[in-house]
T-cell receptor
Framework: DAGITQSPRYKITETGRQVTLMCHQT?????MFWYRQDLGHGLRLIYY???????DKGEVPDGYVVSRSKTENFPLTLESATRSQTSVYFC???????????FGNGTRLTVT | EDQVTQSPEALRLQEGESSSLNCSYT??????LFWYRQDPGKGPEFLFT???AGEEKEKERLKATLTKKESFLHITAPKPEDSATYLC???????????FGAGTTVTVRA
């Protein structure tokens, strides 16, 4: 199916564990983004990427790692999960630098 | 740092009761202002992009307008299916990232 997909849809993990959230898009869009959404804060940018092997830190990057070895994939890794990282995570992509973002349906992560 | 403030946080409307949502922003040179709609359990869905003060865009019962400091999303004669959270985002001239406001949750009662 064409579009942008995130997996898993739901994830429960324990404090201190490493967890990777996957994001895959079929459009070969250059630009990809990771946001987290929390009540009262809205969407906050974690990391973004303009192309394969190019990534930049967003507003809240601490505790997260990203990679972009292929244009279509942009995984987000929590190296050692903390309860404060309990959130809904959204991946998005865009074809050009000023195109609207297309969002996935999110991953709801709970850290116990 | 780019800042986006949306008001009100929540809006309850009767079907047919028109209203407006506000998005105030601070950005060092605006490349674009974006409006999105988000339904529960889903990712945001693109509605409009506005690029310069005075610009207006319309889609069905929604109309977005832009000034140098704020944008409004007008909902005319809303229906229950317009119930959603509406998000505003700004993109600065010197970067491609988008900074989002916290959103306005609109509930339209039949």
């Amino acid at each position: 199916d064409a579009g942008i997909t995130q997996s898993p849809r739901y994830k429960i993990t324990e404090t201190g564990r490493q967890v990777t959230l996957m994001c895959h898009q079929t459009w070969s869009h250059s630009y990809m983004f990771w946001y987290r959404q929390d009540l009262g804060h809205g969407l906050r940018l974690i990391y973004y990427s303009a192309a394969a092997d190019i990534t930049d830190k967003g507003e809240v990057p601490d505790g997260y790692v990203v990679s972009r070895s292929k244009t279509e994939n942009f995984p987000l890794t929590l190296e050692s999960a903390t309860r404060s990282q309990t959130s809904v995570y959204f991946c998005a992509c865009a074809g050009t630098s000023n195109s609207p973002l297309h969002f996935g349906n999110g991953t709801r992560l709970t850290v116990t | 740092e780019d800042q986006v403030t949306q008001s009100p946080e929540a809006l309850r409307l009767q079907e047919g009761e028109s209203s407006s949502l506000n998005c105030s922003y601070t950005v060092s040179g605006l490349r674009g202002l974006f409006w999105y709609r988000q339904d529960p359990g889903k990712g945001p869905e693109f509605l409009f992009t506005l690029y310069s003060a005075g610009e207006e865009k319309e889609k069905e019962r929604l109309k977005a307008t832009l000034t140098k400091k704020e944008s409004f999303l007008h909902i005319t004669a809303p229906k229950p299916e317009d119930s959603a959270t509406y998000l505003c985002a700004v993109q600065p001239m010197d970067d491609y990232k988008l900074s989002f406001g916290a959103g306005t949750t609109v509930t339209v009662r039949a």
